[in-house]
């Protein structure tokens, strides 16, 4: 039986660390034969969700993210879940916006979660003991 290839990182929720952690993703989906498509579909999300921490979880002084990535077995499917300790916030909870407006319409906000949603096969939020936790799940078509 084959070990689940895994990765974790614990970083600081700033925006200039987006590449080494999209980085961390690209490497272990480089030992997939996840089609293109979906790898782009993933890291758009895993980009979307960090900056999105970056942004908005922690106040002036910052705060760290810890990324855990993993395979399954058969390296079909990808996890990835963020965990951090800043302000509680579900960003599930958030209606989808209506892309059926224009730019200029549409109230500011909510499509980078929205893509994340169309993009990943699963979304789930918890908040438990302090810590916002996003797991998503994505199978990679191989």
Do not use: W
């Not at 987006?18 to 980009?47: D, N, W, Y």
């Amino acid at each position: 039986m084959s070990e689940i290839k895994e990765t974790e990182l614990n970083i600081r929720a700033v925006k200039e660390n987006l590449h080494e952690v999209t980085g961390r993703i690209e490497a272990l989906l480089e030992e997939t034969e996840c089609p293109m498509k979906i790898r782009m579909q993933i890291e758009l999300s895993v980009e979307e969700i960090f900056i999105n921490i970056a942004s908005y979880a922690y106040g002036e002084d910052g705060g760290d993210v810890c990324i855990r990535a993993s395979l399954s077995q058969d390296a079909k499917e990808i996890t990835i879940t963020f965990i951090d300790t800043g302000i509680q916030y579900d960003p599930l909870s958030n209606e989808d916006p209506d892309v059926t407006l224009s730019a200029q319409e549409r109230r500011i906000g909510g499509l980078g979660i929205f893509l994340t949603r169309k993009s990943m096969d699963e979304l789930a939020y918890e908040y438990s003991e302090g810590r916002n936790i996003l797991t998503m799940k994505k199978k990679l078509g191989v």
